[in-house]
């Protein structure tokens, strides 16, 4: 099967063209970003950043180095949310992280946008209004169908090439993202092509060991990420953390305390227990902590071994972190999603940090993913660690898919648009 350059990987991952591929020069080109960022419901203020960081590196090159006329798009939130709003902030911030003016226009496919679009010169940007303002935006299809969308038609007329560089949007089969590569040139913008690269690593069969470290409270997702990485023989070592483990500790038959069972049944996720025990009898490398910090009645914090949970249990214990990190030492990769525990609140935060400290003075080629982490990196005081980061993914509900080894549209759209218009 192959990987973004013809690697032999577990999962079939379609080949899709770079910028190097299309090679837009002196052009007008269409780039879907995804910047839909935290929003303070009460002032409207965009609370992180960081997504619009990771754009920088493409726009630039596009922009600056090409010398290309670029026509941003992108969403923000959705109707009827609270952060769901107009982009011309967004404008503004993009225009300080790039040093240069991004002009920004309320209006997506009318006359207006399509007016300003034609009067875009070499080197100059243009963020389109929030895409789902358009109800089309709004509707899953393939791609065959999206391409002949009012948006789609009233658009591409416009442009040359269109680059997609929302890795975070992969996962999703609207107009803005599978549309546009089917009626023109297209290509990986940068963020989008390092995503791949990275990620491409988990599949590889080369790369070995692999441990992968999953926590957090998405359980049905990571159940389904387990099932695929164990179906493949794609990990070496499960380390399970959060509401995870609670799962699977409950499906070995460990007692995990009356808040804990309450919690998880609570949730719904107690009529996961059979799959997380056929896992196990199918000798799944699976590993469960083996103590916790508990929330005691005075508020307090105390570690508590098995068989003694006798409170909310809120972070994984020493013994757990020097357990998990041993599996550390002769990894290759490791892949970290979702926290340890409940890292909102200070006094629980230390077995997550603690974790990644040891992954990324491990040596392996280290891969996170989530917002979780991204606040956990940015309050890391050690900047040799920080350099070790291998890779932090944008993607949220795109890194869930492509982990549990079902199809990305955006690259499917990629590979058909190199298809017909590369030849490939």
Do not use: C
């Amino acid at each position: 099967m192959e990987g973004l350059n013809g690697d032999n990987v577990l999962v079939k991952i379609p080949k899709a063209p770079t910028l190097d591929d299309i090679n837009p020069r002196n052009s007008k080109v269409l780039m879907r970003i995804d910047i839909n960022s935290p929003i303070d419901p009460e002032t409207g203020r965009i609370l992180d950043t960081t997504r619009f960081k990771s754009h920088i590196q493409t726009i630039k090159e596009l922009a600056e180095e090409r010398g290309n006329a670029l026509v941003l798009m992108s969403h923000q939130g959705r109707p009827g949310s609270p952060d769901f709003v107009l982009l011309n902030n967004h404008s503004r911030i993009l225009s300080e992280y790039l040093g240069m003016e991004v002009r920004y226009i309320d209006d997506i496919i009318g006359p207006a946008a399509r007016e300003e679009i034609e009067k875009l010169g070499q080197g100059e940007i243009l963020l389109l209004e929030n895409t789902r303002l358009l109800s089309e935006e709004t509707i899953e299809m393939v791609p065959e169908k999206h391409a002949t969308s009012i948006f789609v038609r009233r658009l591409s007329e416009h442009f040359d090439y269109y680059v997609n560089d929302a890795f975070a949007t992969a996962h999703r089969s609207q107009p803005s993202v599978v549309g546009f590569p089917l009626v023109l040139p297209s290509a990986m913008g940068r963020l989008m092509e390092k995503e791949v690269k990275a990620l491409s690593k988990v599949f590889n069969p080369e790369i070995e060991p692999k441990i992968f470290v999953l926590g957090g409270a998405k359980v049905h997702d990571t159940l389904r990420i387990i099932e695929h990485i164990v179906a493949n023989k794609v990990a070496d070592r499960i380390l399970t953390t959060g509401l995870v483990a609670f799962l699977f500790m409950v499906s070995k038959g460990i007692d995990v305390g009356k808040q804990q069972k309450a919690l998880l049944e609570r949730k719904g996720i107690l009529p996961l227990v059979p799959r997380a025990r056929r896992l196990l009898l199918k000798g799944a490398p699976i590993e469960t902590p083996i103590d916790f910090k508990v929330e005691t009645p005075d508020g307090g914090v105390e570690v508590r071994a098995l068989g003694s949970l006798d409170g909310p249990a809120k972070d994984i214990g020493p013994q757990t972190v020097a357990m998990y990190s041993e599996f550390f030492h002769e990894a290759r990769i490791i892949v970290m999603r979702g926290p340890a525990g409940v890292i909102e609140d200070d006094r629980f935060k230390e077995g997550t940090v603690s974790l990644v400290k040891n992954a990324l003075s491990s040596g392996a080629f280290t891969i996170f993913g989530g917002g979780h982490f991204n606040s956990i990196l940015k309050e890391l005081d050690d900047t040799e660690l920080l350099k070790r980061v291998g890779h932090l993914s944008t993607g949220g509900g795109a890194l869930l898919l492509f982990l549990a080894g079902e199809p990305l549209p955006a690259l499917e759209a990629l590979h058909l648009s190199a298809r017909k218009f590369l030849g490939w």
